[in-house]
């Protein structure tokens, strides 16, 4: 969906994928990349890293946009107590996938919803998918970063990308692997926001 700045809802989001999934999903929005300084892994137990960070990118578009209802995402992956964000590198990347081979991980995306006039109202949300990855050797790692780019996705993989294969099974929402749990998100949309989001949804949702 093309940006339409007179829509009522903002994305704060610079991800493709995030903006696919919503426009897909027939809501009139626009996408604003948000400028703040995301908490590291670790800062935070992974559920409450992902909320803050989720509202820290809410927030700032916020300000710029008070009379929207802003949506703020952030997926992270888990592996135990071991938080995987966005890989610093192909080595990195590497890296991270042998340590997920063969094994089950969370990916959790945190989701804030926030309007800031004519009154103040946030809602926050984190959803949990299970995905098991079958066991990998290092030449078809070597071979799916060659061909998927994995820079910007938490945990070097795409759960929408058919190279490569990774993933086993997977127990939970798709999309929320992907970035942006639509089906909850819609729903609160739908309550909390009644007359805007009967405004600006297609005769789809």
Do not use: W
């Not at 989001?13 to 590291?40: H, I, M, T, W, Y």
């Not at 926001?193 to 009967?198: E, K, R, S, V, Y």
């Amino acid at each position: 969906m093309a940006d339409n700045e007179l829509a009522p809802f903002v994305l704060a989001s610079a991800s493709p994928r995030r903006k696919d999934l919503l426009g897909e999903a027939g809501l009139r929005f626009f996408a604003v990349e948000p400028e703040v300084e995301e908490l590291s892994p670790g800062a935070l137990p992974p559920s409450d890293l992902a909320a803050e960070n989720a509202f820290r990118k809410a927030s700032a578009v916020a300000l710029q946009h008070p009379e929207n209802v802003v949506i703020g995402a952030d997926t992270i992956v888990c592996l135990g107590d071991t938080v995987f964000g966005k890989p610093a590198d192909a080595a990195h990347a590497k890296e991270m996938l042998q340590m997920l081979s063969g094994k089950t991980h969370a990916v959790l995306t945190a989701v804030s919803v926030i309007r800031s006039s004519p009154e103040l109202r946030a809602f926050r949300f984190v959803e949990e998918t299970e995905v098991t990855f079958r066991p990998l050797r290092s030449d078809e790692i070597d071979e799916y970063l060659s061909r998927v780019p994995v820079h910007d996705k938490a945990g070097a993989y795409a759960a929408q990308s058919p190279e490569g294969a990774l993933i086993r099974s997977m127990r939970g929402c798709k999309n929320n692997v992907i970035g942006l749990p639509v089906t909850t998100l819609l729903a609160l949309l739908k309550k909390e926001f009644p007359g805007l989001f009967a405004a600006s949804s297609s005769d789809t949702l």
